[in-house]
């Protein structure tokens, strides 16, 4: 379903106007705002935040909620912020720019424990285990917490933003684990684009635990424009944010295909956020179907996780936990992401097979020996002419070739609500 985009007058104003009525004066307050994996003007929200706020508070600071995503170098915060080379030190002195440390023990603050019991509850009965809550000690030193992020659908969340940047977005390893192994066993098909997950319950109890008020700005995001903008207490915006993204980020297809390229933007600079285009577009791939996952652009799999992934390869949700005591002790976070990409399956732990729902096929500019090393299947993407496929998709009812894909979310709608 489409939505207007707000104008600039009109955004400005709700922005500003919204802010307003924060009661910030005199105090001191840290913005939580996204990496460059994220669609969303934040050099303009920036700087209206930064007018709204610096003359009101007595200390104004910025970090990036990376969850376990790389730390950006000076020139990607800048290109975060909107700053040329040395702006932000000459017209935002007094501004700090930070990335959050997750690997960092002396960096996390621990806020508690949630019991085994509680978890057991939230999640389902998918786990059973006490959850340390450490979250980046940052959030003590000031006396108000706001988010800046956009909202839209999930693969480990259901629907995005809100407390999620928390947890994991600010939050320790542990927590970062405990709830995308949750998404998993869940699996993203399952859970995709819906508001209420078992996922979402945890990471709202784990942010009820912050001593700090909790305040959002959550923005609902296309490539050409913002949908809408909603700014109070964070769980009130952001149920307002998600009720609009899961409309407008949608599409419903009345069928399902036999191919997909999943045509991946430049944002996405590995396969571990570049993954998204094949999340997005699962649940429209028919059965024994591929998605093709077209970005030459690509080069590794993840700067941070690719020792890990390398060790394991990707394998559906089943291979894991039928082998759990193989799998166990290595990080869940990167065991779900392994789960996500490779999609639904079974795995026959008496004769060792594993079948897959679907192919999963890269066309970046990953080797061919390290793809299929990690059970994925490989595609030349030289040989892959997009304006020939995107006219053979005018014909062939079985292939759907999508643009900046990882950013809409496909269904069918015979499970359309």
């Known amino acids: ?8 007058p009109a955004l400005e104003k709700t922005i500003l106007e919204g802010l307003a009525r924060f009661p910030y ?73 930070l990335n ?39 959030v003590l030193d000031y006396d108000e917490l706001f988010v800046c992020g956009p909202v839209f659908p999930h693969e480990v969340v259901g629907i995005s933003g809100g407390n999620k940047y928390f947890f994991p977005g ?9 709830t995308h192994w949750i998404g998993a066993l869940v699996t993203s098909y399952a859970l995709i684009g819906t508001k209420d997950t078992p996922v979402r319950r945890v990471i709202d109890r784990a942010s009820a635990m912050i001593p700090r008020p909790r305040r959002a700005l959550c923005a609902v995001v296309q490539h050409d424009g913002v949908e809408g ?15 609009l993204a899961a409309q407008t980020h949608i599409t419903w297809i009345d069928r399902p295909y036999r191919r997909v390229l999943s045509l991946l ?18 649940p429209v791939v028919a059965d024994g179907g591929e998605v093709i996952l077209y970005a030459p652009h690509i080069h590794h799999i993840s700067a941070v996780h690719g020792k890990t992934i390398a060790q394991v390869g990707y394998h559906c949700r089943d291979y894991f936990v039928q082998q759990w005591d193989q799998f166990k002790s290595l990080p869940w976070g990167t065991l779900a992401h392994s789960t996500h990409l490779r999609g639904s399956g079974t795995y026959n732990a008496a004769t060792g097979v594993e079948t897959c729902r679907i192919t999963v096929t890269l066309a970046t500019s ?17 040989d892959i002419d997009v304006p020939s496929w995107e006219a053979e998709a005018t014909r062939d009812p079985d292939l759907l070739v999508v643009h900046r894909a990882g950013e809409q979310l496909y269904r069918l709608k015979e499970n359309q609500p």
């Not at 019991?115 to 940052?138: C, F, T, W, Y």
């Not at 299929?372 to 490989?378: D, E, K």
Request: charged fraction near 25%; aromatic fraction near 8%; charge should be negative.
């Open 366 to 382: 990953i080797p061919r020996d390290e793809c299929l090393a990690l059970n994925l299947s490989w595609r030349d993407w030289r």
């Open 1 to 8: 379903m489409s939505h207007p985009f707000l104008s600039e």
């Open 100 to 138: 959050h440390e997750w690997q960092n023990p002396s960096a996390l603050a621990h806020l508690g424990t949630i019991p085994a019991s509680e978890i057991h509850a939230l999640s389902q009965g998918m786990l059973s285990m006490d959850v340390p809550v450490r979250i980046n000690k940052r």
């Open 229 to 243: 903008v909603f700014l109070g207490p964070i769980e009130e915006a952001w149920g307002k944010a998600a009720d």
């Open 265 to 282: 933007p430049t944002m996405y600079d590995e396969i571990w956020v570049g993954a998204k285009g094949m999340y997005k577009l699962e």
């Open 170 to 178: 600010i939050a320790g390893q542990d927590i970062i684990d405990v």
């Open 25 to 97: 004066d005199g105090k001191s307050v840290l913005v939580l705002v996204p990496d460059l994996t994220r669609t969303m003007p934040l050099p303009r929200f920036f700087r209206l935040i930064v007018r709204a706020l610096r003359p009101r508070v007595s200390r104004l600071d910025f970090l990036v909620a990376l969850g376990t995503h790389s730390p950006l170098d000076e020139a990607q915060m800048d290109q975060l912020f909107g700053c040329t080379p040395g702006e932000r030190a000459r017209d935002f002195s007094g501004i700090g720019f």
